[in-house]
């Protein structure tokens, strides 16, 4: 029984509540989110000072929504008005990864999200 089963047969739900509550935990779980916790470790061993934890907040935005503008203008916020610099500026060095608790495959992200977000050097 995980985290949530738990929580839910503590609650006192009904099994039809149950039931609505567990299905939309796994409609959720098959959304392909990058688990980026924004605890923001990479940040300080990066030497290009990329706005890793917010291009990934962004890259969830456009998989959750599908706009790529309001995903644009988020990265804008979260990484440009944070003074940080976009995923293209990426070197690849890998030092990001090597701290990063939840495994992500930062260089990999960063490389489609300059793609995506059309970003230029
Ligand atoms: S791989 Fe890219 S984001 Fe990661 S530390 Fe190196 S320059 Fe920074
Ligand atoms: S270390 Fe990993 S989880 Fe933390 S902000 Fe960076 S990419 Fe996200």
Redesign the pocket.
Known sequence: MNFFEKEIKKSGFSSAQSSVIETAQEEQSMIPLIPCTACNY?AK??????G?SGSLTAKNIYTLYGNLDTAIYQEGILVGSHGRRQ?V?????????GVCPQHIE??KN?AEIAELFGQKE
């Open positions: 990479c061993f990066c030497p290009m000072d990329i890793i995923a500026h990426c070197t690849r060095c890998g030092a990001c990864e930062i260089r960063l």
